[in-house]
Every structure is written in C-alpha cells, then in structure tokens.
T-cell receptor, first 113, second 113 residues
Framework: DAGVIQSPRHEVTEMGQEVTLRCKPISGHDYLFWYRQTMMRGLELLIYFNNNVPIDDSGMPEDRFSAKMPNASFSTLKIQPSEPRDSAVYFC???????????FGSGTRLTVV | GDSVTQMEGPVTLSEEAFLTINCTYTATGYPSLFWYVQYPGEGLQLLLKATKADDKGSNKGFEATYRKETTSFHLEKGSVQVSDSAVYFCALRSYTGGFKTIFGAGTRLFVKA
C-alpha cells in the first residue's frame, strides 16, 4: 500500500480564496482524521469520520471550514474564504480499528498571504 | 476527560547516551497507548504501541511499558543516534474518548555527534 496520500504538498493562496485539501486513506481503514499543526497550538484534531460518516467535528474552527468523505477512498477539507491565520500544516490520518495506531499522510503545508 | 502529559523539551543528548522521555496519562477505562515520531517535514509515524497493562511496546531500539499503577508510558532507548533527532509524541486512544487519539504536546530530541 502506498500509505495515506495527501495533495497538494504545498499550497500558497491569497486571503479570501477557496482552498481544497485532498486525502486518500489506506484501503480498508474505516477511520479518517483531519489534523492541523502549528508551532503555537501544536496538533489539533479538526474532524474525524467512521465509515465515511462524520463523527466529531467539534474541532473545526468555524464555518469557513468544511470536510466531506463521499466514499471510503477519498476525503476533502475545504476552507472558504481562507485567512492568513489558517496557515499551517494539515495532516490526514487513517486507522483500521478502535485500538489501532494511525497512519499519517505527509501533510499539506498551507500558506495564506 | 482523557489527557496526556509529557516532559517538555528540547532534550539534548550526545550520541550513544541513554534516552528517557516521560509520559503520564489520565483516562477512564483501559486505553491503548502509543508513541509517535515526527521527523522534519514529515507526518507522524507510529513508533510503538501497547494495548493493556504491563505490555511492552518496542521498535527500532525504543521501548515503553504500559504501567497502569503509575499511569505512565515512558519512552526509553539505550543508545541514541544522530538520526533519532525528531519530535516524539505520546498518545492514548480509548472508548471514552470516542476512539479519537489524544496526543501529548510533543518532546523535541536533539542528538549531537
């Protein structure tokens, strides 16, 4: 398996623009997580899915953020409109079971100018 | 709620020194415990795990023992290498947490040649 695949690796956008981050989890994993990492706040859980259904989105900062998982092999995180404070590394991770560890993607480094 | 506390860094060691990174947790029930490692510019990687009391997880010379009586999961390595320089995260995952993982703040390790 190629692991968790995220795209793009880097994204630079202007304030106010829409940004879409993509994630392909490991086949057979039924949990998918979106995290954000910054120096100031560390690793923050934004939202997670189980069997494509959103379970907990309490970490989504505000209505500008939305996430979807239309099928077991694909998820998106969208920010509209983007703001400079959204600049961070966004990670997607997947897991096969309730007690298992996560496999993380390589992340998307987002810079909003 | 569940929580993880790990020692603050950075930790600076000389090559071949003994490493200990302390981690304690608070959780109801019986969580699974993990150590993850993050190298610069990469996502977190699962280093080792333990799923029940007295289990010892080990990988790449690192080991940690699940101590329920002291609610601890300290990471150790007998002889560190320069290539071990990274950020290490202690984490737990439990039913009461909705099976999402709670991460510690991370401990940065520098190993000098």
């Amino acid at each position: 398996d190629a692991g968790v695949i995220q795209s793009p690796r880097h994204e630079v956008t202007e304030m106010g623009q829409e940004v879409t981050l993509r994630c392909k989890p490991i086949s057979g994993h039924d949990y998918l997580f979106w995290y954000r990492q910054t120096m100031m706040r560390g690793l923050e859980l934004l939202i997670y899915f189980n069997n494509n259904v959103p379970i907990d989105d309490s970490g989504m900062p505000e209505d500008r953020f939305s996430a979807k998982m239309p099928n077991a092999s694909f998820s998106t995180l969208k920010i509209q409109p983007s703001e400079p404070r959204d600049s961070a590394v966004y990670f997607c991770a997947s897991s096969s079971g309730r007690a298992d560890g996560y496999t993380f993607g390589s992340g998307t480094r987002l810079t909003v100018v | 709620g569940d929580s993880v506390t790990q020692m603050e860094g950075p930790v600076t060691l000389s090559e071949e020194a003994f490493l200990t990174i302390n981690c304690t947790y608070t959780a109801t029930g019986y969580p699974s415990l993990f150590w993850y490692v993050q190298y610069p510019g990469e996502g977190l990687q699962l280093l080792l795990k333990a799923t029940k009391a007295d289990d010892k997880g080990s990988n790449k010379g690192f080991e940690a023992t699940y101590r329920k009586e002291t609610t601890s999961f300290h990471l150790e390595k007998g002889s560190v290498q320069v290539s071990d320089s990274a950020v290490y995260f202690c984490a737990l995952r439990s039913y009461t947490g909705g099976f999402k993982t709670i991460f510690g703040a991370g401990t940065r390790l520098f190993v000098k040649a």
